[in-house]
């Protein structure tokens, strides 16, 4: 079974989003033996923004690194991915690893019965942090997004660990971090 670990926040040692992945990954890892994972840091070594060039496959560096990103999501069976909360939406960094893997006829096709995906079959977990308080308003433009691309791409089994009100206080960051902690589910019974 391959996992697939990315964070996408910048903020390093004070990020909240990457302890949580990396608890998910650990929770896996625990769970399921010979898990091989791949981690890949899009705040660290950051994809080029989509361009023409891309779309071109002109530049040979960046058509084999899209093919590599390409691989390492067909492969995975589980995808755990670090996404806090920017601008009401995810990092750029993340939407432009998005934009490797959001490709016409690899993960997805269009039909005369509208659009199929064609990356079923994996589990995807999105550990989700945001500084003030979004689940279910107006202002959270990230799950329902995160939600969408991936279902576009056949994915429906998606999960949230959240972690909100980060910015609100010390007291609230340490309450939602514990709580998000506390509502990883246990791999198990998906390995199986």
Do not use: C
């Amino acid at each position: 079974m391959k996992l697939l670990h990315l964070d996408s926040s910048i903020l390093g040692q004070n990020s909240a989003s990457r302890p949580l992945s990396a608890a998910i990954v650990a929770r896996w890892q625990n769970a399921v033996p010979g898990l091989q994972v791949r981690h890949r840091d899009l705040a660290a070594q950051p994809l080029p923004h989509l361009g023409a060039g891309s779309l071109a496959g002109s530049d040979p560096a960046e058509a084999a690194e899209a093919e590599r990103v390409m691989q390492e999501f067909l492969e995975a069976d589980v995808v755990v991915i670090g996404a806090p909360m920017y601008n009401f939406s995810v990092p750029s960094t993340l939407k432009a690893w998005i934009d490797r893997v959001a490709v016409a006829g690899r993960t997805f096709r269009y039909t005369e019965h509208g659009p199929q995906g064609l990356a079923g079959g994996k589990l995807v977990i999105i550990a989700s942090t945001r500084g003030g308080f979004h689940q279910g308003g107006t202002t959270d433009f990230q799950e329902p997004y995160l939600r969408q691309v991936f279902g576009f791409l056949g994915i429906t089994d998606i999960e949230f660990v959240r972690a909100e009100g980060l910015a609100m206080s010390p007291q609230q960051r340490q309450d939602a971090m514990a709580a998000a902690h506390a509502s990883i589910r246990t791999p198990l019974a998906r390995a199986a």
